[in-house]
């Protein structure tokens, strides 16, 4: 073989792979801070209690750019059994590139998430790390009965982070007038008033009182 195409060939397996390299340098489009796919990661994750409300603050970062978040998932959790779901979707389909931003939940009929006072916060400035990659997220929803919330975040190319909050709500709804009845696979919430608790609490009183007379007279008590 000539010396000039044995030259050619070997030019060629060195042009290739950086060819690749910037192609694929390129494909990250909007990337925040310049680098090949990474997965999303969470800078915080924070559970507060608002009266009867519960709101999940996460602090997303994805270092193709937080434009890069596809959709993050809230699964709430009771010892295994999925009690709801909720999601943050930034896109319809990891095909489109218009933003719907929206809040949504699985089952709907729950009405757990209280949509309007869920919140999403992403900077349009680049000047640092931060703005190009982080993006913050509030989910809202009514306390109801879970024992842990597993969080999974997605970026368009289908890479995904997760984390899992240990959180049991069971004292919490009891000290609410609520008791837990075991039906099937799944217990069943029935909420009881504060005045059928005191109607109650009068007749095991009255028992009690009745109960004493009747051993006092028995006994040959005044």
Same mark, same amino acid.
């Given at each position: ?16 792979? &950086?060819?690749?390299? &910037? ?13 090949? $796919? ?30 890069? @978040? ?24 990891? =095909? ?40 913050? @997220? ?8 879970? =024992? ?17 909050? $240990? ?9 609410? $007038? ?9 217990? @069943? ?8 608790? $005191? &109607? ?5 009183? &009255?028992?009690?009182? @009745? ?12």
């Amino acid at each position: 073989m000539n010396k000039k195409y044995l030259i050619l060939v070997f030019s060629s397996f060195l042009v290739l792979p &950086i060819c690749f390299s &910037i192609s694929a340098y390129a494909g990250s489009g909007s990337a925040g801070v310049g680098v090949l $796919n990474v997965p999303p990661s969470y800078m915080n994750v924070t559970l507060e209690q608002h009266y009867s409300n519960l709101r999940l603050y996460l602090n997303v970062s994805d270092y193709n750019s937080w434009e890069d @978040i596809y959709e993050v998932k809230v699964i709430l959790k009771y010892y295994g059994l999925t009690m709801g779901t909720f999601y943050f979707n930034q896109y319809e389909d990891i =095909t489109k590139y218009d933003k719907i931003n929206e809040f949504s939940e699985t089952p709907s009929k729950n009405n757990l998430l209280h949509e309007d006072f869920c919140s999403f916060y992403s900077s349009s400035k680049k000047e640092s790390i931060v703005n190009k990659c982080n993006m913050e @997220i509030r989910f809202v929803f009514s306390t109801t009965w879970f =024992t842990d919330i597993k969080v999974i975040t997605s970026d368009r190319a289908g890479a995904t982070a997760e984390t899992t909050i $240990n959180y049991n709500t069971e004292d919490l709804m009891r000290s609410s $007038n609520m008791i837990m009845i075991p039906w099937f696979d799944r217990p @069943i919430p029935v909420q009881i008033s504060s005045i059928f608790l $005191n &109607i109650i609490a009068i007749i095991a009183s &009255i028992i009690v009182v @009745i109960q004493i007379i009747r051993k006092r007279k028995l006994f040959g008590g005044d």
